[in-house]
């Protein structure tokens, strides 16, 4: 997926059960990459996007992501657009769907109390090792090593979305579609909100919406927001989950 995958499970599990929970969420994840990656030439994805596989011929998992992309297309005015680079690129919603799907997994599992991070889509259940909420930091978009504030709770999905060159990993990866260019004015885009696979999405078409973005995001129901613009404004809900 081309980003660093933490996993912590506070659950009192055995170094056995653990290992074999952890082997199954990175399989999965190695699973997604595989299928959604679009630097590999092999991947399911591309094959797609080169005509090379029919709709019909799909995995169900690359149907399903596709149907949704569909959907969030039409909710957010065409802001989330998986074709905005001039092929297909679902990873603004495949990232957080694949987290999302783990986590789920494993709470049925029986693991209530988990926190999973790929670069910055973090899915929270339950509590740390401390007893305490999940404290999250949102990551400083000019400075790698702080944060601008942090979060806390017991079940969370956080998303992050940035727009700028050599601060974050992927670099201005989101584009505003209407002007088919590197999306401007929002520095960092965070929402808040129970599914992660959604939360990514919102996430990436607010960044791509730039500084309108920020009046979408007030609108959006049952998600909160931390959003950082390019002249260095930290803006945030009011009922965001802020950690003391």
Not at 15 to 25: F, G, H, I, Q
Not at 65 to 70: I, K, N, P, S
Not at 157 to 169: F, I, K, L, P, R
Request: hydrophobic share 40%.
């Amino acid at each position: 997926m081309g980003t660093p995958v933490s996993l912590d499970i506070a659950d009192d599990r055995s170094t056995t059960e653990l290992t074999a929970l952890a082997d199954e969420v990175f399989a999965w994840l190695r699973e997604v990459d595989a299928r959604f990656s679009t630097y590999r030439t092999d991947s399911e994805v591309c094959r797609f996007d080169r005509g090379e596989l029919l709709l019909s011929e799909a995995s169900a998992d690359l149907r399903r992501v596709l149907e949704r992309c569909a959907d969030l297309w039409g909710a957010t005015d065409g802001f989330f657009d998986a074709y905005a680079t001039g092929r297909l690129d679902p990873s603004g919603y495949v990232k957080g769907w694949a987290v999302q799907v783990a986590s789920d997994r494993l709470r049925a599992a029986g693991v209530d109390n988990h926190c999973l991070n790929a670069g910055g889509d973090v899915r929270v259940r339950g509590r740390s090792s401390t007893g305490l909420p999940w404290r999250i930091g949102v990551r400083h978009p000019w400075n790698p090593s702080s944060v601008c504030l942090a979060l806390t709770g017991t079940d969370l999905a956080v998303a992050t979305s940035v727009a700028t060159s050599g601060v974050y990993e992927r670099g201005p990866h989101v584009r505003d579609p209407r002007r088919g260019a590197p999306a401007r004015g929002l520095r960092s885009v965070t929402v808040v909100g129970h599914d992660l696979g959604l939360a990514d999405a919102y996430a990436t078409a607010a960044v791509a919406m730039g500084v309108a973005g920020i009046g979408w995001l007030d609108r959006l129901p049952a998600h909160q927001h931390v959003v950082v613009t390019d002249d260095a404004r930290c803006l945030h809900s009011t009922n965001l989950p802020l950690s003391a």
